[in-house]
């Protein structure tokens, strides 16, 4: 494991978690965490990314507040209120900051439910992105309001290779939905798709609260390790 340093940042009005090796990293990540919020386990995540040589620079979406502090009703009165656009822009300031300060040469995108959605997102519309991982991402159908963008068509338009980790028993996104997501992802003519699908796992099941379920355990478990080797391939060396 690789000695890191960890803290919150501010870049521009934006509040952060970075997350990187000593000296720093050629490589990173753009972490969109789940409802959340930049909270405990979403900054272990941004750890173990770190501490495989990546450095890891984690959006936050309520801006100094996350599950830590908030409960969990307010998260979801608060989720919808965030506009496609809106995040986007902001999530755009954080890749020129990676780009910018700190100096890094490749950059890719991972995000669970929410982030998930909008990793997909930022993956179709933003070709400087060198990977994109979703992790049981929220697509809604139909769509709430907020919910500008089609995920479902933007993943079509991804170069970049793609990480798909879906729920097999995900009440977020349907089955239907995820057939779409499949064949948007099929259709492309470059960039590689890895789909995973874990029978009976729950949506967020990363989530540690749904770690009581042993299934959702074993499907994080199992993951992890897998996606982490995804960003190393992806965003490490020239």
């Known amino acids: 494991m690789t000695d890191i340093e960890a803290e919150f940042v ?7 978690f970075l997350a990187r090796p000593l000296g720093g990293s ?9 409802i959340t919020g930049i909270n405990d386990q979403v900054r272990e995540y941004a750890e173990d990314i770190a501490g ?10 309520w801006h100094g507040h996350s599950a830590d502090d908030t409960p969990q009703k307010q998260l979801v009165e608060w989720m919808g209120d965030l506009q496609d656009d809106a995040v986007l822009a902001e ?17 890719g995108v991972i995000g669970w439910c929410l982030g998930g959605r909008l990793a997909l997102i930022l993956g179709g519309g933003d ?26 068509e933007s993943a079509t338009r991804i170069a970049a290779p793609v990480m798909i980790l879906h729920a097999g028993a995900d009440t977020i996104m349907s089955a239907e939905t995820f057939v779409e997501l499949q ?28 770690h009581t379920n042993p299934i959702n355990a074993d499907a994080y478990a199992v993951s992890w390790p897998q996606v982490l080797r995804f960003i190393g391939d992806t965003v490490q060396g020239s």
């Open 91 to 107: 999530m755009s300031t954080l890749l020129e900051h990676a780009f910018g300060e700190l100096g890094l040469s490749k950059v």
């Open 127 to 152: 070709p400087r992105v060198a990977n994109v991982v979703a992790y049981h991402p929220s697509i809604f159908a139909p769509a709430p309001p907020n919910h500008t963008v089609d995920a479902v």
């Open 183 to 210: 064949a948007a992802l099929q259709s492309r003519t470059a960039g590689a798709s890895i789909i995973s699908v874990f029978p009976g796992a729950e949506h967020a099941f990363s989530s540690r609260a749904r």
């Open 10 to 16: 501010e870049i521009g009005e934006l509040r952060a």
């Open 26 to 34: 050629s490589g990173g990540m753009l972490l969109l965490p789940m």
């Open 52 to 61: 495989t040589g990546v450095t890891a620079l984690v959006w936050d979406p």
